[in-house]
Structure formats: structure tokens, C-alpha cells
């Protein structure tokens, strides 16, 4: 079995179900089967894709997602979502680094296009306006075979060298996460879940798009996010019943009036560690649980969740779904008892294949059979684990990795830098935000406003600081080690 397969399967059981809700507009199964199959065709003739080929997928939220990302699949193709967000540079380097020629988009990304076909050459770009005039006669095509140990998608997540790392993740790997997911969400095909965060993100990939897909239930594909009733009326309008989304959201629907109709059955916190004074604020005003869950793109990506049935811990990430370990390791691969810290390690049919031609993270990453995920916690007597900090020096903003290296290397790179550093400060609706310190060259003077300025003109607008501090210096340890730790104890003050 395959992605596409069981897609395939899906549809042709429910040809006339609704599978999105996108404003007025509905689409059923066999309207999205319909067109996964003449992309798949259009894809293997017009654009020559092979299996194992890589495709780009370059979109916002829209309906069009559902049918690319399967098209490809079908076409035998490998998914290689890249975030809306990111700006042509960051774009054309996961292009380059995953051998992307063919690229899916949309007409609002027009104006990147030209920089990017500069920059990976003999790129050919589809955009889903042009899907409706595709004339490939379809009823012909077979898709090629494809296993569940054949690679289905290349998500592009942070590394250690601040350049995003592409996490391989095979067809069995996502089959083996929706499963698991469907027996610890009790997911039906009564269900319909409500999709708000972007489609690229892993998170939402599986547990919004796949998970949903797969099992025969319904996707209500929210187009706008503000202000949070616009969200509460759309879930009443089409009785949604499962809402994932990242903390930040979960507070503004705290303090939204849902009234006594609401439909929701279930919550789920996923992309970033859930706030106790989050989850507090929202089991006081809402009549509906609110799971905090625990994943991460190389594990395709849930891998804990508190469990349904209860009990929930706050400040727990729950215990591992079905099909999955978790344990928590020392340094030297010990596996250490309940109470000790150490690393949360991760053993499954969920995990990574491999980094997309990067063996030696890959060997860093994953030892002796175990995903070593960079987090730090420890587990409770009870099995729940807890995490406690991250051995990566990285942020979390909105639920997307933003690794400090990637934004020093920028800021390095203005007139006058000659030492910068970023940490993360905690935000209320972001989860986190980054903040620089940089201290000048001698004689120089630097102006924050065109610095923040410099920097958002090469990276994606949540990478952006939201503030900078100027130093004559910056602390560093006696190998001239920057300290970070003095920095957050400044940003404190």
C-alpha cells in the first residue's frame, strides 16, 4: 500500500461525500480523485516525472492542495512541500538541495518565479490555475508501483548548520502515523477536522490533510484566520468536530463565545509546547478537551499525545501513540529511568528514512535503531513524559522551526556587525519571537531600523527579530564562546 493507493481507495468508497469545505465551495472524493489522476497523468507525460522524481509544492492554503500533493504521489512522484512563507533565496536553495525540477504554485507567487527559475535551472513551474485547462485524457493512466518503504516526501526542516535539512519520510512511514493518530483521536468518518495552520507544515500535513483523507472524513479548509469568530463560524457552519492547531490560537478561542451549539468534540495542541496557563485559561471557558500532543517532522510527525480517555497531565506531551516508543537516553545511548533527564529518543514505524544526502547528520540523528530528537525532558512514574528544554538552539515561532544561526548569518552580513547572536524571547501569540544583540565594529554605527530591514529582505518575515539590543560587546566564556545564557538574563531585565 501506498499514499495514492490508499487515497484512491478512500474516494472510490465515498465518491459523493464532501472532503473540503472551502468557504461556499465544496469538493468531494471524486472530484479530488478525478483530478489527482490527470495531474498524475499530466505530470508523467506533459512533464516527464519518474518515480522517485522530487516535486515541488509551493502553495498557500487552498483546495488545489489536496490534488498536487496526491498527483504527484500517483505520478509516482516524491512531495517536497516548501513554506509559503520563505522568500526566494530560502526557496531556491531547498529547490537546488532536493533536485526539485517541476513546481507547483499559485498565481500570488508570480512575482517570486522569475528569481527562482534563475536560480535552479531548468525549473518548470505548473501553477493550479492551470488545472481546470489541462486536457490529458486520464482514464488511461496507471500510476507506477510505489512501496511503503519507497520514499512519498522530502520536508524540509532546521539543521545544526542553520541550512534546512530534508527529512525523508516514506509512504509507511505516514501510513503507520495516520493510523496511530486514527486510533488515539477515535477519528470516524463522521469526523470533520478544521485546517487553519499552513498544509506544508508536517504537523498539519498528516494530522489535517492525511489523517482526514485516509479515513473517509471531511476537511474544513478555513480562508480567513482573523478575526477568531471568522474560525467559530465557519466550525459552526460546517460542524466541525476536531480542531488541531498550534498553543496561540487555542488562547484567542478561549475567549471567543462559542455558545451551547458548539460542535467541537476535540482539541489538539501540536507545533510547539502547550503554555499550563494556556490550557488553564481554556478548560475554564470551553466544554471541550483540549490534548496536548508531541511530534517532530523526522517522525512523521506525532509521536505522543495525552491520551483521550485520560488522565491528562498539564504540561505533559502525553504518552506514545500506538506503534511508537519513547524513551529518554543519556549522552552515551543509557536509557535512564523515570525521573532522570536526558534526551527523548524516539523508536517507530514513523520514523525517518534519512536526511535527504546529508549521512552524517543522519548518523548524528539517527543511533542504534532510536530518532535522538534534540529535546530534553524525562518521564513520570506514570509514563508521561515532560519536556523540559531543547539541546538544539532553536525557536519555535508560530510552530515553525526558526533556527538563531541562519538569522546571525545575515546579520553578520550588514555594514558595522562584528558580533551578533539571537535567542528566543517568549510571545504570547507567537509562541516565541526572535531577538539580536549586536555590538559594532569600532568607529561604526548601526541604525536598527535599516538592520531589521536588511534581514527582511533575506528571510521569511517570522525569522525576522522583533527587536535588537545594541552592545559596545557581546559576553562570551573563556573560549569566546558567546554566552547565551547572559544574553536572556539581559533581555530579562
Known amino acids: 500500500m501506498n499514499l495514492a493507493d490508499a487515497f484512491a481507495h478512500s474516494a472510490c468508497r465515498n465518491p459523493d461525500k464532501i472532503a473540503l469545505f472551502w468557504g461556499d465551495d465544496e469538493f468531494t472524493y471524486a472530484q479530488f480523485h478525478s483530478r489527482t489522476r490527470w495531474l498524475a497523468a499530466w505530470l508523467a507525460g506533459e512533464f516527464k516525472v519518474q518515480p522517485g522524481d522530487r516535486v515541488g509544492l509551493w502553495l498557500k492554503n487552498c483546495p488545489e492542495f489536496v490534488p498536487a500533493y496526491f498527483g504527484v504521489l500517483a505520478a509516482g512522484g516524491v512531495v517536497v512541500p516548501i513554506n509559503n512563507f520563505l522568500k526566494p533565496d530560502e526557496v531556491g536553495y531547498i529547490l537546488n538541495d532536493a533536485g526539485v525540477d517541476v513546481l507547483i504554485t499559485d498565481a500570488t507567487m508570480a512575482e517570486a518565479l522569475p528569481k527562482l527559475t534563475a536560480l535552479r535551472a531548468n525549473l ?25 518503504g519507497d520514499l512519498a516526501v522530502l520536508i524540509y526542516t532546521s539543521g545544526t548548520t542553520g541550512r534546512p535539512k530534508g527529512a525523508m519520510l516514506s509512504h509507511g512511514n505516514l501510513l503507520h502515523n495516520v493510523a496511530s493518530c486514527r486510533v488515539a483521536l477515535n477519528a470516524t468518518d463522521l469526523d470533520r477536522f478544521v485546517v487553519l495552520l499552513p498544509m506544508f507544515h508536517s504537523f498539519m500535513m498528516t494530522v489535517g490533510v492525511l489523517l482526514p483523507l485516509l479515513t473517509s472524513c471531511a476537511m ?24 488541531p492547531a498550534v498553543p496561540q490560537f487555542f488562547r484567542a478561542l478561549a475567549n471567543v463565545e462559542a455558545g451551547p451549539d458548539f460542535p467541537l468534540r476535540l482539541c489538539i495542541s501540536g507545533g510547539a509546547p502547550l503554555p499550563v496557563e494556556i490550557l488553564r485559561e481554556f478548560n475554564a471557558r470551553m466544554p471541550i478537551p483540549l490534548i496536548e500532543g508531541y511530534g517532530l517532522s523526522e517522525a512523521s510527525p506525532v509521536v505522543s499525545l495525552n491520551p483521550l480517555a485520560g488522565p491528562q497531565k498539564a504540561g505533559s506531551i502525553g504518552v506514545p501513540i500506538s ?30 528514512l534519512a536526511y535527504w544526502n546529508q549521512p552524517e547528520e543522519t548518523a548524528k540523528t539517527l543511533v542504534n535503531g532510536w530518532l535522538r530528537t534534540g529535546d530534553i525532558g524525562h518521564r513520570d512514574t506514570d509514563g508521561y513524559f515532560f519536556i523540559t528544554d531543547r539541546k538544539k538552539d532553536m525557536l519555535l515561532v508560530n510552530g515553525i522551526n526558526v533556527y538563531p544561526r541562519e538569522i546571525e548569518e545575515i546579520l553578520y552580513q550588514f555594514p558595522g556587525v562584528k558580533e551578533a547572536a539571537v535567542i528566543g524571547m517568549p510571545d504570547a501569540r507567537r509562541g516565541e519571537q526572535p531577538m539580536a544583540f549586536v555590538a559594532a565594529t569600532e568607529g561604526a554605527t548601526i541604525d536598527e531600523k535599516a538592520l531589521l530591514g536588511f534581514v527582511r529582505e533575506r528571510l521569511a518575515d517570522y525569522k525576522v527579530p522583533r527587536h535588537v539590543r545594541i552592545l559596545t560587546t557581546l559576553p562570551r566564556n573563556a573560549t569566546g564562546k558567546i554566552l547565551k545564557t547572559e544574553l536572556r538574563k539581559l533581555a530579562a531585565e
Not at 505548473?126 to 485547462?133: D, K, L, M, T
Not at 474544513?220 to 480542531?243: D, F, G, M, Q, W
Not at 545511548?333 to 527523548?344: C, K, Q, S, V, Y
Open 124 to 148: 518548470r513551474v505548473i501553477q493550479v490555475e492551470e488545472f481546470a485547462q489541462a486536457t490529458t485524457d486520464a482514464s488511461g493512466f496507471v500510476s507506477p508501483a510505489r512501496g511503503s
Open 220 to 243: 474544513v479548509l478555513v480562508r480567513s484566520l482573523h478575526p477568531p469568530k471568522n474560525i467559530v463560524a465557519e466550525i459552526l457552519r460546517r460542524r466541525a468536530t476536531i480542531l
Open 323 to 352: 506503534g511508537v516508543e519513547v524513551n529518554v537516553q543519556d549522552d552515551t545511548g543509557r536509557h535512564l529511568a523515570p525521573g532522570e533527564t536526558g534526551e527523548i529518543c524516539v523508536r517507530g514505524g514513523n520514523v525517518m
